[in-house]
């Protein structure tokens, strides 16, 4: 499948003997490299590229002006309190909030939403799984609905987070049921979903099993004790200690 030009490529998960599968992160000396996370790398997020779209001309003063408030049934954070809290600089917020505001004037996203922009972004796959799992993600507080703040925060977490806030990040997306675990049927439920959405048109294209090839490898790596579930502590240490691991983590950023 190619995106912006590019081929993406078909291992989701890493190679299972640490060789790199994908661009951004590459091994130099065999040393695994951390991709750096630009304005380019940004632009190229699903979700930011559906608000950016959306982003309309405003007015002679809209530049300057604050987040504007009266149009929508839920009203965001203040500007300054979500620049605090996010990685964002005032006039990224702004944009996004603009085009946030375009698509959904309510001030909520729904999870018809998500399935709709991973829809536009990967018609050849069936993204509908995946775009579920992720609104999951975002929706915070689970009443279905996510705000513009729990939005724009978990961007920030994604895309210029540390690596201990991306993989507490990525533990949540993992863990479905919420409880505080990962069982393996959670991720295996995960990477079907990704290989669904991008998976068979990826280039080289991939077999039927490798997601639970792939998840049988890496969950016994981190279910250090044994007791048949993956625990925050344990998800983050295997993490920051497998390159190869780690570098299929940062993957995440070709599917968000």
Same mark, same amino acid.
């Given at each position: 499948?190619?995106?912006?030009?590019?081929?993406?490529? #078909?291992s989701?998960?890493?190679?299972a003997?640490?060789?790199?599968?994908?661009?951004?992160g590459?091994?130099?000396?065999?040393?695994w490299?951390?991709p750096? *996370?630009t304005?380019?790398?940004l632009? !190229?997020?699903?979700?930011?590229?559906w608000?950016?779209?959306?982003?309309?001309?405003?007015?002679?003063d809209?530049?300057?002006?604050?987040?504007?408030?009266?149009t929508?049934?839920?009203?965001?954070?203040?500007?300054?309190?979500?620049q605090?809290?996010?990685?964002? &600089?005032?006039?990224?917020?702004?944009?996004?909030?603009?085009?946030?505001?375009?698509e959904?004037?309510?001030?909520?996203?729904?999870? =018809?939403t998500?399935?709709?922009?991973?829809?536009?972004?990967?018609?050849?796959?069936?993204?509908?799984?995946?775009?579920?799992?992720?609104?999951?993600?975002?929706?915070?507080?689970?009443?279905?609905?996510?705000?513009?703040?729990d939005?724009?925060i #978990?961007?920030?977490?994604?895309?210029?987070?540390?690596?201990t806030e !991306?993989?507490?990040?990525a *533990?949540?997306?993992?863990?479905?049921?919420?409880d505080?675990?990962? &069982?393996k049927?959670?991720m295996?439920?995960?990477?079907?979903?990704i290989?669904?959405m991008?998976?068979?048109?990826?280039y080289?294209?991939?077999?039927?099993?490798?997601?639970?090839?792939?998840?049988?490898?890496f969950?016994?790596?981190?279910d250090?004790?044994? =007791?048949?579930?993956?625990?925050? =502590?344990?998800?983050i240490?295997?993490?920051?200690? =497998?390159?190869?691991?780690?570098?299929?983590?940062?993957?995440f950023?070709?599917?968000?």
């Amino acid at each position: 499948m190619q995106e912006d030009g590019k081929v993406v490529d #078909g291992s989701l998960l890493g190679d299972a003997n640490g060789v790199e599968p994908g661009p951004r992160g590459q091994k130099e000396s065999g040393k695994w490299q951390r991709p750096r *996370f630009t304005r380019k790398a940004l632009m !190229k997020c699903c979700l930011v590229k559906w608000i950016i779209a959306s982003t309309t001309p405003q007015g002679p003063d809209s530049s300057d002006s604050d987040l504007e408030l009266s149009t929508v049934r839920h009203q965001p954070e203040g500007l300054e309190q979500l620049q605090a809290q996010t990685k964002f &600089t005032k006039k990224e917020l702004q944009s996004l909030y603009r085009g946030f505001k375009n698509e959904c004037p309510s001030g909520l996203v729904d999870e =018809d939403t998500f399935k709709s922009i991973y829809s536009q972004f990967f018609p050849q796959g069936d993204a509908t799984t995946y775009a579920h799992f992720l609104f999951n993600a975002f929706d915070i507080d689970r009443n279905g609905s996510i705000r513009f703040e729990d939005f724009v925060i #978990g961007l920030s977490v994604l895309l210029r987070g540390s690596v201990t806030e !991306k993989l507490n990040w990525a *533990f949540n997306l993992y863990d479905i049921n919420k409880d505080g675990y990962i &069982t393996k049927e959670e991720m295996l439920a995960i990477m079907k979903s990704i290989y669904d959405m991008m998976g068979r048109y990826t280039y080289p294209s991939v077999r039927d099993d490798a997601p639970f090839e792939h998840v049988e490898k890496f969950f016994q790596k981190m279910d250090r004790n044994r =007791d048949g579930v993956v625990t925050i =502590d344990e998800f983050i240490e295997t993490c920051q200690k =497998d390159e190869n691991i780690m570098s299929s983590m940062q993957l995440f950023e070709n599917v968000i």
